[in-house]
Antibody, heavy 121, light 107 residues
Framework: QEQLVQSGAEVKKPGASVKVSCKGS????????INWVRQAPGQGLEWLGW????????GHAQKLRGRVTLTRDTSMTTAYMELSRLRFDDTAVYYC??????????????WGRGTLVTVSS | DIQMTQSPSSLSASLGDSVTITCRTS??????LNWYQQKPGEAPKLLIY???SLQSGVPSRFRGSGSGTEFVLTISSLHPEDFATYYC?????????FGQGTMLDIK
């Protein structure tokens, strides 16, 4: 069964860092980019970035540039999202998402259950 | 970056009704448009990709159409499980972007 299993909820203080893991199983991990999407309480979906498991190439949303680091460990079929210098408005559920494609159409077809990151003093 | 605007933001309908949700983009994206459904406390679920292709397992009462900058999600004959929030998302360029969501609730 294809799945993305994320690490558990985190509570962090402002200025700290958080690292969320996302383990893929049931499919060839290296064949799909992993994207990260977050959702603040009661809000919509915000795309954060992507990583290619083979090359390690990444891309990020402009507003997070300099604070977000995406990495992967292909031997563990796991992707990681680290967010530094946390602010109160980083409080959100963070999802890892598999991106698949048909011809040149790309879409997010497999989602993790999400990791709640709470920034609180 | 491509901005996505959904309308309406919320919608009330009855079981058996048909509803339409519109998604407009700030730049033309051909047919690189996807739709997702999200229920409270759950991750989003892919409904439609490439504007009109139904994801495996999604009922045929869901239909997508459009091209360029205007897209429509139509849900025919609403079932109880269809009451949720719907998001459009463009995959024409990076950064990927989502609409702000349309909450569909029971009238």
């Amino acid at each position: 069964q294809e799945q993305l299993v994320q690490s558990g909820a985190e509570v962090k203080k402002p200025g700290a860092s958080v690292k969320v893991s996302c383990k893929g199983s049931g499919y060839p991990f290296n064949s799909h980019d992993i994207n990260w999407v977050r959702q603040a309480p009661g809000q919509g979906l915000e795309w954060l970035g992507w990583i290619n498991p083979i090359s390690g190439n990444t891309g990020h949303a402009q507003k997070l540039r300099g604070r977000v680091t995406l990495t992967r460990d292909t031997s563990m079929t796991t992707a990681y999202m680290e967010l530094s210098r946390l602010r109160f408005d980083d409080t959100a559920v963070y999802y890892c998402v598999r991106e698949s494609h048909w011809l040149d159409y790309w879409y997010f077809d497999l989602w993790g259950r999400g990791t709640l990151v709470t920034v609180s003093s | 970056d491509i901005q996505m605007t959904q309308s309406p933001s919320s919608l009330s309908a009855s079981l058996g009704d048909s509803v339409t949700i519109t998604c407009r983009t700030s730049q033309t994206i051909s047919t690189y448009l996807n739709w997702y459904q999200q229920k409270p406390g759950e991750a989003p679920k892919l409904l439609i990709y490439a504007t009109s292709s139904l994801q495996s397992g999604v009922p045929s009462r869901f239909r997508g159409s459009g091209s360029g900058t205007e897209f429509v999600l139509t849900i025919s004959s609403l079932h109880p499980e269809d009451f949720a929030t719907y998001y459009c998302q463009q995959s024409s360029t990076i950064p990927r972007s989502f609409g702000q969501g349309t909450m569909l609730d029971i009238k």
